[in-house]
Every structure is written in structure tokens, then in C-alpha cells.
T-cell receptor, first 113, second 117 residues
Framework: GDSVTQMEGPVTLSEEAFLTINCTYT??????LFWYVQYPGEGLQLLLK?????DKGSNKGFEATYRKETTSFHLEKGSVQVSDSAVYFC????????????FGDGTTLTVKP | NAGVTQTPKFRVLKTGQSMTLLCAQD?????MYWYRQDPGMGLRLIHY???????AKGEVPDGYNVSRLKKQNFLLGLESAAPSQTSVYFC????????????????FGEGSRLTVL
């Protein structure tokens, strides 16, 4: 079956530090890949996505590139802010599973001033 | 736009009690899902629906039932609540991937926090 593996957290960084959260996947079929963000007390919201190999998704300074050869979709940001503190989920969806998404366990990011 | 709305947002139950969580979406989405979120376990799919009148089991369906009588609503029921069902429940919706401009992203509600004593 499909699976998503995220780097374990929690991750604590100082403001303006560089962020990488690793995500690798296994999937039957050809997946679309997503990063969702969950701010405290809220639901998940889409941060960025990529639908085919070598696509780069980007939003709010975050980027991730769909790497089919390494089955990875690592999230990066060059300079984090306190407001980026949240839980980040990597996820995939394939067109062979009724639109169901498979999620990683989530990585908690805390950014300190 | 309201998007995906869940009610109630908080509930405390005693073991053995029953309750229903309501999810409503105003985006005309075909697919709807119920997930539960537990610390360190990410999101796990409970049940899902690919259209009005249809439901299917997800990864952790035991102890839950669902109904999709109307396209915009997806109800999650607990017939006899257990402490193991203490969790945060999220409803989500999406289009099918076959739609030309759609990619399978999910739209989430804000969550319903359930505590079973």
C-alpha cells in the first residue's frame, strides 16, 4: 500500500534559520504530492503541491520538488519566522484509491525569536 | 465561503454514550472523508464517501458508522463511545482526480475535539 515517511520531530529553530523537513514516499500508481500545515487549534490547510515529476511547489517562501528518482518531496524554507511555528504534514494522493490521501505522521516546527 | 464546517467543535462523552458529528461542505465536492488525529500518529482515515448515498471503510473504521444522505453532508456516528475514541476528528472533502483541473488536494474542517471519559 501507499505510505509516507517524514523526518521525526520536533524541530526547533531560531528565526531566520534554514528549514528542511524530509519526506519520502512509496505509492502504487502515479501520486500527487502535498504539504499541509496545521497551526495551533486549527485544521489542516494546503501549503503547496506538485503533481508530476520535477514539479516544484511553492508558497509563502516554502518550496518542495517532486523527485521521482528518489521518491522524495522535501520541504524547505530559506529563512523561517516565528509565525511558521506549526505542524507540517507530507501527503500523497493517487488516482487509484478513490482520492484518499495518505499522510505522514507530521513534524512539529517551533521557531524561536 | 464557509468551506467545510464541522459541528460540534468540542464534546465530552461518558463511556457507552452515543453521538453524531456533522460535516457540511458548500463546494459541491463529490468526495468526503473522516480522519482522526492522535499524537504521533498523523491522520488516519476512518470512513469515506465517493458520492451521495455511498460510503466505504477506511483504515480504522471499527466503532464508527457514517452516512451520506445528501451530497453536502457527511455524518460520523459513535454508537457506544469508548475512551480509545478520544481524539480530534477532521472532516475533509475533494473532487475526483479525473476532473481536468483538479489534483486531489483536500479541504479540511477545523476539527472536532472529542473526549470520552
Amino acid at each position: 500500500g501507499d505510505s509516507v515517511t517524514q523526518m521525526e520531530g520536533p524541530v526547533t529553530l531560531s528565526e531566520e534559520a534554514f528549514l528542511t523537513i524530509n519526506c519520502t514516499y512509496t505509492a502504487t500508481g502515479y501520486p500527487s504530492l502535498f504539504w499541509y500545515v496545521q497551526y495551533p487549534g486549527e485544521g489542516l490547510q494546503l501549503l503547496l503541491k506538485a503533481t508530476k515529476a520535477d514539479d516544484k511547489g511553492s508558497n509563502k517562501g516554502f518550496e518542495a520538488t517532486y523527485r521521482k528518482e528518489t521518491t522524495s518531496f522535501h520541504l524547505e524554507k530559506g529563512s523561517v519566522q516565528v509565525s511558521d511555528s506549526a505542524v507540517y504534514f507530507c501527503a500523497l494522493t493517487t488516482n487509484t484509491n478513490a482520492g484518499k490521501s495518505t499522510f505522514g505522521d507530521g513534524t512539529t516546527l517551533t521557531v524561536k525569536p | 465561503n464557509a468551506g467545510v464546517t464541522q459541528t460540534p467543535k468540542f464534546r465530552v462523552l461518558k463511556t457507552g454514550q452515543s453521538m453524531t458529528l456533522l460535516c457540511a461542505q458548500d463546494m459541491n465536492h463529490e468526495y468526503m472523508y473522516w480522519y482522526r488525529q492522535d499524537p504521533g500518529m498523523g491522520l488516519r482515515l476512518i470512513h469515506y464517501s465517493v458520492g451521495e448515498g455511498t460510503t466505504a471503510k477506511g483504515e480504522v473504521p471499527d466503532g464508527y458508522n457514517v452516512s451520506r444522505l445528501k451530497k453536502q453532508n457527511f455524518l460520523l456516528g459513535l454508537e457506544s463511545a469508548a475512551p480509545s475514541q478520544t481524539s480530534v476528528y477532521f472532516c475533509a472533502s475533494s473532487y475526483p482526480l479525473a476532473r481536468e483541473t483538479y489534483t486531489g488536494e483536500l479541504f479540511f474542517g477545523e476539527g472536532s475535539r472529542l473526549t470520552v471519559l
